[in-house]
């Protein structure tokens, strides 16, 4: 007898809960690694991810690129400041670019506006 | 006779000797147990009417610059924040949970969790502004009182979008009373913040003891809605390119 | 013995009794689980720990949608990432979160109060002998009855939500839980939580699954409240896609 769960897509989709606590790093290439520096444009400091918009200017031109980093609740808990990132900011990322979109890159390393410089090995696991 | 007396006294003497470091500690160490589930009589930030309030000039352009479909938090399950879910938690219930060292109020609608150090510790350094603030309780005789400072500014006062600044202060007075046969618990709230009220304003908020009342998941139903709507956003896209069939209703 | 003496001797004889007693039930006061505990994934004895077995005993219908699902998941990690969900973990998966989300015990006469900072949710255990009522609406904690059965809370809970495609389980699981303070090899205070699912109509025999946490100083719950990003783009009115959301 078939068990309750339906094979359908739409069932599958409706049924998925927490598959993991952080968005999913499956989709960033674990063997590159991309510096940029760009101004911030936006900010969302925020759970369950945080992301960052910059305007990066390349010597092909000016590309928006999307920061991916953990929780609002870890940064802070492991050294960021509410104000750590604000628009208008110069920072320089350093990340895991998405294997489709290059212009999305998950933080590993950031130097913020005032120099001082943090890195994902701050967070104990 | 009193010799039966003597010996009983002396074996309960015993007896209640061992009880005293067992339990009873616990409870001794409250003066006063506001655990339990409470359920507020009314809304009393109805009783947060602008006109009553003496705002200054940032706090009436405050207060004219607010728009419910994008200042409430609540429209996005968010929390309340502190102390509008003291003021409007009404009529879902609160439950306290308190023990010597905190004491902890666990909103039922939208899930606001207050947590007041009850243990003496300082003020964090650096503090940052949260939704429900940063509170410090100390006794006085049989009343708590909570000190609360620290609530971020995207937060209101009530629905009709009062606001108030960082640098707001709430402190409050709970006590129990008991009333027409019934528990109550007695929050006497005073805000100050000068910034933009030029008065503190005083509200009292009455609960009425209500052990049996059933708490629901606190956000759960906003995020259920919120969730929905994703869900249907996404599935208009992943139907297109999939192709797939709906075979029943969502959960 | 005279009326008199065997009267002084049964009071004398009472009060010895209550002395003993309250010594006994002090003795066997139970411990106090109150505290902030961070979740580890290395187990006491220093090896890591797996929360979900690699292989549940899935009965065969539920295997093939749960493969299926894996197909799918790992073409489409995006649509797949809950976290976007934002409602809260259905037992017994937020006892199991090994991510860095501590997780807050309140331990007082008759309850304990567990409060998650993923996602700010709260589960109840009554204490006070109670039976679980009939006709309860399933709900993402299920409902828990506990008692103390030496050094270990025992909890048993019912009445937990259909779970997830990767956590799947039925409205007649039972979940049987035993939380314990522990020392790890280091004569570290640990924090046990072990949990055996019953759901014979999900899985074909009873698993066990654990978790470990440890308290770390100073370490409070925060405030995550996960449509913030929702919140915070309507305060901005800034118009940019939030990744996890479309």
Redesign the interface.
């Given at each position: 007898m078939r068990a309750r769960l339906c094979g359908c897509i739409w069932m599958l989709l409706t049924m998925v809960g927490p598959v993991a606590a952080h968005h999913s790093t499956a989709n960033y290439d674990s063997d590159k690694t991309a510096t940029v520096t760009g101004v911030v444009s936006y900010v969302s400091f925020t759970n369950p991810h945080s992301f960052i918009d910059i305007d990066v200017t390349a010597a092909d031109g000016a590309k928006k690129y999307k920061i991916f980093a953990t929780s609002k609740v870890a940064l802070l808990r492991y050294g960021w400041r509410p104000d750590s990132v604000k628009p208008g900011d110069t920072i320089t990322v350093e990340g895991r670019p998405d294997r489709t979109d290059a212009t999305q890159l998950y933080l590993l390393r950031i130097t913020f506006a005032d120099g001082s410089v943090w890195s994902r090995d701050e967070i104990q696991q | 006779?009193p010799?039966?007396g003597?010996?009983?006294v002396?074996?309960?003497?015993?007896?209640?000797?061992?009880?005293l470091?067992?339990?009873a500690a616990?409870?001794s160490a409250l003066p006063v147990d506001f655990?339990g589930v409470w359920v507020a009589s009314a809304r009393s930030g109805d009783a947060l009417k602008p006109d009553k309030l003496h705002m200054t000039e940032r706090g009436k352009a405050a207060l004219a610059a607010f728009d419910p479909r994008?200042?409430d938090?609540t429209r996005?399950?968010?929390?309340y924040g502190t102390p509008r879910n003291t003021l409007s938690t009404a009529p879902y219930p609160v439950e306290i949970?308190?023990?010597p060292e905190?004491l902890?109020m666990?909103f039922d609608r939208l899930?606001d969790?207050r947590?007041v150090f009850l243990d003496g510790r300082p003020r964090p350094n650096?503090l940052?502004?949260?939704?429900?603030g940063h509170s410090l309780g100390h006794w006085e005789g049989k009343a708590l009182v909570i000190e609360t400072v620290a609530m971020t500014k995207?937060s209101i006062l009530a629905d009709n979008g009062l606001p108030h600044s960082e640098d707001m202060r709430v402190t409050e007075r709970l006590s129990l009373a008991s009333r027409d046969g019934a528990q109550w618990l007695i929050d006497d709230i005073t805000i100050t913040d000068p910034a933009l009220y030029e008065a503190p304003i005083k509200v009292t908020q009455r609960f009425r003891r209500a052990d049996g009342a059933e708490?629901s998941?606190?956000?759960?139903s906003c995020?259920?809605d919120?969730?929905r709507q994703?869900?249907e956003?996404?599935?208009q896209t992943?139907a297109g390119e999939?192709g797939?069939?709906?075979?029943?209703a969502?959960? | 013995m005279t009326h008199g003496a065997l009267a002084r001797t049964a009071a004398l004889l009472l009060g010895l009794g209550l002395l003993i007693a309250a010594s006994v039930a002090v003795a066997a006061a139970p411990p106090d689980l109150t505290g902030v505990w961070m979740p580890t994934a290395i187990g006491p004895d220093g090896n890591r720990n797996r929360t979900w077995p690699a292989k549940p005993p899935l009965l065969p219908a539920v295997q093939a949608d749960y493969d299926a699902y894996r197909v799918l998941a790992a073409a489409n990690p995006e649509d797949f990432d809950s976290a976007r969900s934002c409602l809260p973990y259905i037992m017994p998966r937020p006892m199991l979160v090994v991510a860095q989300y501590p997780l807050e015990i309140v331990q007082t006469d008759g309850r304990v109060t567990m409060i998650f900072e993923l996602h700010n949710d709260v589960r109840r255990i009554y204490l006070d002998g109670r039976t679980p009522p009939s006709g309860l609406r399933p709900t993402w904690m299920g409902y828990s009855v506990g008692h103390w059965e030496g050094d270990a809370l025992v909890v048993r809970t019912t009445s937990v939500r259909d779970g997830t495609i990767d956590q799947p389980h039925g409205p007649s699981m039972v979940l049987t839980e035993r939380l314990r303070l522990i020392k790890d090899k280091d004569a570290n205070t640990m924090l046990e939580d072990e949990i055996t699912v019953d759901d014979l109509a999900t899985y074909a025999q009873p698993f066990t699954v654990r978790n470990f946490f440890r308290q770390r100083p100073g370490v409070e719950i925060g405030e995550y409240f996960c449509s913030e990003d929702l919140w915070q783009q309507n305060l901005s009115g800034n118009a940019t896609k939030i990744p996890w959301r479309n």
């Open positions: - | 006779m010799k039966i003597a010996s009983l002396l074996g309960l003497f015993l007896g209640g000797v061992g009880f470091p067992g339990g616990a409870a655990s994008h200042h938090s996005f399950c968010m929390p949970v308190q023990r905190r902890t666990i899930g969790v947590r650096p940052w502004p949260t939704w429900l995207e708490m998941e606190g956000s759960v995020l259920l919120q969730w994703d869900l956003r996404r599935n992943l999939v797939a069939e709906k075979n029943g969502p959960p | -």
